[in-house]
């Protein structure tokens, strides 16, 4: 089945700073990316996903890039606050297993004031 | 909020018990995936309904089982709990079997003593 993999498992980042969190993927067939934001004690939510036609998605100081031949996709946090604060979650779907999440292991990053 | 909703917020039951934890989806919506998320495992995909079938299986234990009613609310029975059955149950849903884009309820959290 399919495996994700995600690096690093915490980060620490000065406000304003740029964040970058990356994960791989073993399933060439998976073929949607979707990146989870979840605070504490709370429900995983969406912020930005990508579907594999498609190699870079932005969305505001949000960006997601995705390399299907390696099999590999990052999101990018750039002028980071510290609302950003949060554990972030990668997973990995195909539509032809019915688009169950594979999720990443997470990643704690703390932006600090 | 992200339209699905999930009952009860907080379970506490001891070892050997039987508990339900309920989900709605959003309105329209005819899939629903439980997912379990516990501190050693990550988030984990257990199984997935359709308008009223199961359609995909992950590692759920053979302790736990599911369904999906006429009216599409879903329930995931956890029987003969252990300690280790403590975490953090989520379920979402999509529109379609083909929809990816999966929104998350807020959890039940239950704790097995």
Same mark, same amino acid.
């Given at each position: 089945g399919e495996n994700v993999e995600q690096h690093p498992s915490t980060l620490s980042v000065q406000e304003g700073d740029s964040a970058v969190i990356k994960c791989t993927y $073993?399933? $060439?067939? $998976?073929n949607y990316f979707p990146w989870y934001k979840q605070e504490l004690g709370k429900r995983p939510q969406l912020i930005i996903d990508i579907r594999s036609n498609v190699g870079e998605k932005k969305d505001q100081r949000i960006a997601v890039t995705l390399n299907k031949t390696a099999k590999h996709f990052s999101l990018h946090i750039t002028e980071t606050q510290p609302e950003d604060s949060a554990v972030y979650f990668c997973a990995a779907s195909r539509s032809a297993a019915g688009n169950k999440l594979t999720f990443g292991g997470g990643t704690r990053v703390l932006v600090k004031p | 909020d992200s339209g699905v909703t999930q009952t009860p917020k907080h379970l506490i039951t001891a070892t050997g018990q039987r508990v339900t934890l309920r989900c709605s989806p959003r309105s329209g919506d005819l899939s629903v995936y439980w997912y379990q998320q516990s501190l050693d495992q990550g988030l984990q995909f257990l199984i997935q309904y359709y308008n009223g079938e199961e359609r995909a299986k992950g590692n759920i234990l053979e302790r736990f089982s599911a369904q999906q009613f006429p009216d599409l609310h879903s329930e995931l029975n956890l029987s003969s709990l252990e300690l280790g059955d403590s975490a953090l149950y989520f379920c979402a849903s999509t529109r379609?079997?083909?929809?990816?884009t999966q929104y998350f309820g807020p959890g039940t959290r239950l704790t097995v003593l």
């Open positions: $073993s399933d $060439s067939a $998976s | 379609e079997l083909v929809t990816d």
